[in-house]
């Protein structure tokens, strides 16, 4: 009896992010590095996407894949990998990790049907890069007084005492975060705060006391008055990174499929 003919596997188009129609594309591996990264027009904007096997990133495989580290680092690596190489061609929107259209019809309906609204996000971001502001200060000294108490009252008020210097530190923290923010603003055209990270994320041993995402037109300018805030506060210490794409000012109705 003849054998069988091979099924063909199933693929999808995987969405790195959207840019202007007709922008360069900077050749990039994509997240199976087999298919080849294309930009597919779509009236005034162009998704850039591959193949990608839907055995692989369909929705019922990737909590399996999700779990698995090696798998999750490398295909995080290669998606930023692409955005930032499109970035090199002028604006770009970025998707969120993981944005798998069925198909190809499926995936140039979104970018008809939001195309206005892409093109505006590019315009708006058209020039801009996104710079990032971590601010650390290293946790107060505890006195122990409570510890060192001896009777029940001097306990009790040892610990108000405490709770008081906590309270006055986090207000003090506050300050410098609204500070900051406020200073830096006056270099950038938007910006957003954004969740502080603990020192496992951080990788830093001393606390983070403010965390923001800034658009920016001109790079130097903010990085000089970075700098001349760094000179006249030494109560933090300030982390510079980017440039990144601006994964932080896509607009939450573009950033869903």
Known sequence: MAALPLREEETGWY????????????????VDPREEVVALAEGPVAGVASRVSLSEFDEAALAERLADAEWL???????????????EGGAVMPCRFCTVYRDERELRRFLSERGDALADALARVEGLVELGVKAFAAPAPS???????ESGRAYLEARRREQQERQEL???????AAQLHERLLGFAEDSVVLALQS??????EAEMVFNGAYLVADRGRFEDGLAAIARERDDV???????????NFVPEELSRP
């Open 73 to 87: 680092e490398q295909k995080i690596r290669a998606h930023e990998q692409v955005v930032e190489a499109a970035l």
């Open 170 to 176: 986090a207000r003090s923290r506050g300050e410098i």
């Open 237 to 247: 210490g300030l982390e510079l990174t980017g440039p990144w794409p601006p994964y």
């Open 199 to 204: 020192r496992d994320v951080s990788g830093r």
């Open 143 to 149: 006195s122990g007084e409570a510890s060192r108490a």
């Open 15 to 30: 969405l790195y992010g959207v840019v202007a129609s007709g922008a360069d594309l900077p050749a990039a591996a994509g």
